[in-house]
């Protein structure tokens, strides 16, 4: 399993933003494939992705000491659901939530922005996934500022410079889950336009995905430009030892199923994962019990 284990995890390095890199979005083509040509390739190697995550969340579980955040961020029909349904699919569900950031509630904006993710951070020894995220804060508000309104905040706290204090806090924040043992990897998957009216047009046109497409995803598309503003800035500002950023292409989608399970794979084994050591006492306790079941 080890050769397997080093073929898949190349695939994740290329993508890494590095910090304080000059990144540009143009940087990554959203059809690259690698050096991979081959779908069946690809799938061969997720399938032994996912084999491996299993068997290292079996361990971080166990463990109870470290805890993995999964950051999905990315235009509409790029693909998020299925990538985390197609990666994650080997995961023991008693050790991973998947939560989705939809308009906030009445509630959540009487707080400020970080406080509802804040509530459903993965504890201990689990994986959380965060479909959209905190990061909407300083995306579609950027590309829509009405929505600032909404958020209560106090005028002259709204400035010039409010984004920039946003990047900052959020690495402050990532910072602070870092340092108390959540290790956040954050993924854009990244979606060409052309690919993105395909697969528009193949929601319209095929019955069985018609309940994907809504009215507000022809609205956002018009502000396709803006987006990559946004999103080009965010992962510059943010992408940080602590917390990375990976761009991943997302034309074809096998590719982006292994580069996320590459990833994933690499960064549970960078934490030296292994079973608890029994003590003394407990294996007292073990003795016992086996010699009661005899």
């Known amino acids: 399993m080890k050769n397997k284990h080093k073929k898949i995890v190349q695939f994740a390095h290329p993508y890494r933003i590095k910090e304080g890199d000059k990144f540009r979005l143009k940087d990554i083509e959203p059809g690259d494939t690698g050096k991979l040509k081959s779908e069946k390739e690809a799938k061969e190697l997720l399938a032994d992705g996912v084999k491996l995550m299993s068997e290292m969340q079996e361990k971080l579980y166990a463990q109870d000491r470290w805890s993995l955040l999964l950051v999905f961020q990315a235009m509409d029909a790029a693909g998020k659901d299925g990538t985390i349904k197609h990666v994650l699919s080997g ?16 509630i959540e904006l009487s707080h ?23 990061y909407e804060e300083v995306l579609v508000v950027r590309v829509h500022r009405e ?26 924040y990532e910072r602070y889950l870092s340092r108390n043992g959540t290790v956040i990897r954050k993924f854009f998957l990244h979606l060409s336009k052309a ?17 994907k497409f809504s009215g507000s995803d022809l609205k956002e598309r018009a502000y396709w430009d803006e987006y990559m503003g946004a999103y080009e800035e965010a992962i510059r500002e943010t992408s940080t030892k602590a917390a990375p950023w990976y761009v991943v292409p997302a034309d074809n989608k096998w590719f982006t199923w292994l580069v996320v399970a590459a990833v994933i794979v690499e960064t549970l084994d960078s934490l030296g994962l292994s079973y608890p050591k029994v003590t003394p006492a407990q294996q007292e306790i073990l003795d016992h019990a086996r010699n009661v079941l005899r």
Not at 91 to 106: E, T
Not at 147 to 172: C, G, H, Y
């Open 91 to 106: 995961i023991n569900p008693q050790g991973c939530d998947v939560h989705s950031f939809k308009s906030p509630s009445a």
């Open 112 to 134: 400020g922005y970080l406080w509802r993710s804040s509530l459903v951070m993965p504890e201990r020894g689990r994986i959380g996934i965060f479909n959209r995220s905190y």
């Open 195 to 211: 690919e993105q009216k395909r697969r528009f047009l193949a929601r319209l046109n095929e019955p069985s995905k018609n309940w």
């Open 147 to 172: 929505m600032l309104a909404a958020e209560k905040i106090p005028a002259p706290l709204v400035t010039k410079d409010i984004w920039s204090e946003r990047f900052q806090d959020i690495n402050a």
